[in-house]
C-alpha cells in the first residue's frame, strides 16, 4: 500500500476524528453559498421596480455580507468566550432561518424588495462570528503544525463551491426559479447546523475562555500587534484595490476583447481552478515564512494581473488570469495561520471576527469606486491601474518589512508578572515566529 495519503499535510486534518465529521457539512454549505452568488441577484432583478434593478442588486448583494461588520461589535459581549463550534453552529442556525423566510414569503406572496433586503441582512449578522469559529475550532482541535493545512482545506472547500455553485444554480434557476435555489442554501446551513450540534458535542477539548475582555477587544489586541496590525492593512489595501476588477472584468471582455458572456465566464472559471490548484499548495507551503509568503503572494497577484491591463490577447491573459487565482489562493490560509499563532484559543474568536468586519468593507468599498474610474479612463485603464498598485502596494510591504527587521529592538525586561491580561503564550510564540 502507497503511502501518500499519510504522509500528505493534509492526512491529519482529514483523519481527524472530529474534524472529519465536520468536513462534509462545510462543503454542503459552502455549495449553498456558491449558488446563493447568482441567487440572490437574480431574484433581486425579479423583485426590484422597474428603472431600479441595478441599484436593489447592488443592495441585495451587499445586504448578504455586510452587516457582519455591525454584528462584530453589537453581539461582541454576548459572544466573546464561546468556542469555535458553538459560534460557527449560531451563524448557521441564523442563516438558516433568515433564509428560509424567503421562499416562505415568496410563496405567501408577501415578499417585496425590502424585505428581501432585510431578510438578508439579518441572514449576515454573525458571520463575521461563525468564520471566526471555524478557524478557532482548528486551533483548538489541532496543533500549530497543522493549522495551515487545514485552512487550506477549508479555503479550498469554497473554491470548489465557486466554481461549480453558480453554473448549477443558474441550472436551478432554470427549473424552479430563484427563491428556491434560496431555499437549497437555507437547508445546506441547517445541514452545517446539524453537523456542529451532534458531530461535535461538549467534550473536555474545548478549552477555557476569558469573559472579562471588552467588546472591542479583538480590535484591541490587532492593534498591540504589529505584525497583525500591518498584515490587516496590508489586506484590507489589497481586496479594496482588486474592488476594481469586478466592475472592470466585464466591460473589458465586451468593449475591449468583443467577447460575450461566454469568455466572462471562461475568465472566471480560469480563476477559479487556479483557485483550486492554489488551495491543495498551500497546505504544503507549512515550512515557509508566513509573513515572507504573504507578501510574495501580493506581489506576484500584481504581476499576474499585469497581462489584463495592457491589453494582451485572450490566448495570454487568460492562463495569466488562472496564475493569478493560484497565487490569490493560499493567502487568506496563511493570513489565518498567522492569526492562529498569535493569539490563543480564548482570544481568537474576537480577534478573528474584528479581521473579518475590518476586511468585508474592503472589496465592496473598492467596487464602488471601480464605477466611476471605468466611466473616467476605461475598463482595460483601470485593470492595469489596479494589477500596478497591487504590485507598488506588495513591494511598499516588502520594503518595509526589511527595513523594519533591519531596525534592532529595543530589549524589554522580562517581568514575572504582565499588567495586560490578554498577553498569552501565544503572542510570545508570535514574536518568536516574526525572527
Same mark, same amino acid.
Given at each position: 500500500m502507497p503511502r501518500f495519503p499519510r504522509t500528505s499535510p493534509y492526512w491529519p486534518v482529514v483523519s481527524h476524528p472530529l474534524l472529519r465529521r465536520v468536513l462534509p457539512g462545510l462543503a454542503v454549505s459552502a455549495l449553498g453559498d456558491g449558488m446563493a452568488v447568482v441567487a440572490v441577484p437574480w431574484l433581486a432583478r425579479q423583485l426590484a421596480p422597474t428603472g431600479q434593478h441595478g441599484l436593489w442588486i447592488a443592495v441585495a448583494v451587499a445586504a448578504y455580507t455586510l452587516p457582519s461588520a455591525v454584528g462584530t461589535l453589537a453581539f461582541g459581549r454576548l459572544l466573546r468566550g464561546r468556542g469555535g463550534a458553538r459560534l460557527a453552529g449560531w451563524d448557521a442556525i441564523l442563516r438558516a432561518a433568515a433564509l428560509a423566510a424567503i421562499p416562505i414569503a415568496y410563496l405567501t406572496g408577501t415578499l417585496t424588495i425590502g424585505l428581501y433586503a432585510v431578510l438578508l441582512a439579518a441572514s449576515a449578522l454573525l458571520h463575521s462570528w461563525g468564520s471566526a469559529g471555524r478557524f478557532t475550532l482548528i486551533a483548538e482541535l489541532l496543533p500549530q503544525r497543522h493549522h495551515l493545512p487545514a485552512n487550506a482545506v477549508l479555503t479550498t472547500i469554497s473554491g470548489f463551491a465557486t466554481v461549480v455553485g453558480p453554473p448549477l444554480a443558474g441550472l436551478l434557476i432554470g427549473w424552479v426559479g430563484p427563491a428556491w435555489v434560496i431555499a437549497a442554501d437555507a437547508a445546506t446551513f441547517a445541514v452545517l447546523a446539524l453537523t456542529y450540534r451532534l458531530a461535535l458535542p461538549a467534550t473536555g477539548t474545548i478549552r477555557r475562555y476569558e469573559h472579562s475582555a471588552p467588546r472591542t477587544a479583538g480590535f484591541a489586541f490587532i492593534r498591540r500587534q504589529p505584525t497583525l496590525l500591518g498584515l490587516l492593512v496590508l489586506s484590507v489595501a489589497f481586496f479594496f484595490l482588486f474592488g476594481p476588477v469586478y466592475v472592470a472584468m466585464p466591460l473589458h471582455?465586451?468593449?475591449?476583447?468583443?467577447?460575450?458572456?461566454?469568455? =466572462?465566464? $471562461?475568465?472566471?472559471?480560469?480563476?477559479? %481552478? *487556479?483557485?483550486?490548484?492554489?488551495?491543495?499548495?498551500? @497546505?504544503?507551503?507549512?515550512?515557509?515564512? =508566513?509573513? $515572507?509568503?504573504?507578501?510574495?503572494?501580493? %506581489? *506576484?497577484?500584481?504581476?499576474?494581473?499585469?497581462?489584463? @491591463?495592457?491589453?494582451?490577447?485572450?490566448? =495570454?491573459?487568460l492562463p495569466a488570469f488562472a496564475l493569478a487565482g493560484l497565487i490569490w489562493a493560499p493567502y487568506m490560509s496563511m493570513s489565518m495561520a498567522l492569526y492562529q499563532r498569535s493569539a490563543s484559543t480564548g482570544q481568537l474568536p474576537a480577534v478573528l471576527a474584528a479581521n473579518s468586519a475590518v476586511l468585508v468593507l474592503a472589496v465592496p468599498l473598492g467596487t464602488m469606486l471601480g464605477g466611476p474610474l471605468v466611466g473616467a479612463i476605461g475598463p482595460r485603464p483601470t485593470l492595469l491601474l489596479s494589477s500596478t498598485a497591487i504590485l507598488a502596494l506588495g513591494l511598499a510591504a516588502a520594503g518595509f518589512a526589511m527595513l523594519r527587521q533591519s531596525t534592532p529592538s529595543p530589549v524589554r525586561v522580562p517581568r514575572r508578572s504582565s499588567s495586560r491580561p490578554w498577553r498569552s503564550q501565544g503572542e510570545r510564540e508570535a514574536e518568536t515566529d516574526q525572527h
Open positions: 471582455v465586451t468593449d475591449d476583447l468583443r467577447g460575450s458572456a461566454t469568455l =466572462l465566464g $471562461a475568465y472566471y472559471t480560469a480563476f477559479g %481552478i *487556479g483557485g483550486l490548484l492554489g488551495g491543495v499548495v498551500a @497546505g504544503h507551503l507549512r515550512h515557509w515564512p =508566513l509573513r $515572507a509568503t504573504i507578501i510574495g503572494i501580493v %506581489i *506576484g497577484f500584481g504581476v499576474a494581473m499585469l497581462p489584463l @491591463g495592457v491589453g494582451a490577447p485572450v490566448g =495570454l491573459s
